[in-house]
């Protein structure tokens, strides 16, 4: 009788604490975080739950400017997106800053729902994110030391080995010297340099040319005038769309926020936003509102 007891009572008080611990859960779960919710899902589910988008950002102006001073946020995607969540009542948190090589590795980590940036697609990237829509167009020309004129009218004398062209190893300017230009020498920078580098590469003599978008060369030209100019001549080599990129398979999300940029497109709130950063229209290219300009 008395083990009996002893096993009866060990019984009565595992269950005890089991209740007690079931109580606890469910007075606890009542109230769950902004913060809680967004760790246990992912995607649209948690932003509807909190009314909130995390969004990582990359600083490359203008598309993307972080203030050095006050740390607030601007540029062209930046307001967008700004606009697109206030039209779906939600507010921006921004989470970190993060760059283009590890911008999919800030996404799948779950800190962030959306990277702000003018990020352009590529088939590599694809693998690994989704993009939203096209938000503006950006052109990409060649660009040459200012007493260089050796390719004007005429890349094509790019395309021999005592020429060395500037590249961000996975970026753009590789992508279009390996695959336009493969007999050039290339000078490599790695993925983490910041783009006015190769530039700096031109102005310094190490490199021939390179290829860049007129809005990173003006902010080059501006503290370093009279080192580089548009190679003449010749039109631009790529047209690349600036989307947002978003968690492989969010598409929820994704979908969701495509439809405030046909909103924001559609009432040419778009174009009004991206006309104080290209005054003249000669930087970028915005579609079109299906209504007229």
Known sequence: MANGTTQKDRIMRRLLLYVSAVA????????????????????????????VLRAAYINYPPSMTVDPNTKAKGGIMTDVIVESAKAMGLQVQWTEETSFASMTDTLDSGRADIVVSGIWPSSSRAL?????????????????????????????SINTSSVRIATIDGELSSIVAHSDYPNAATVSLPQQADVAQLLLQLSSRKADVTFVEPAIADQFLAKNPGTIRRVAGVAAVRLFPNCYLF???????????????????????????????????????VPPSPVGP
Do not use: Q, W
């Open 128 to 156: 690994r994110a989704d993009f939203s829509r096209v938000v503006y167009f950006s052109p990409v020309y060649a660009y040459v030391r200012t007493d260089d004129s050796r390719f004007d009218n005429k890349l094509a």
């Open 24 to 51: 606890l859960l469910a007075a606890t779960g009542c109230h769950t975080s902004s913060s809680d919710v967004s760790v246990g899902m992912r995607g649209l589910d948690a932003v509807r739950n909190t009314h």
């Open 247 to 285: 968690r492989k398979g969010d598409t929820g999300l994704r979908d969701s926020i495509n439809l405030a940029l046909v909103e924001l497109t559609n009432s040419r709130r778009i174009a009004a936003i991206v006309k104080p950063y290209d005054p003249d229209d000669s930087h970028f290219i």
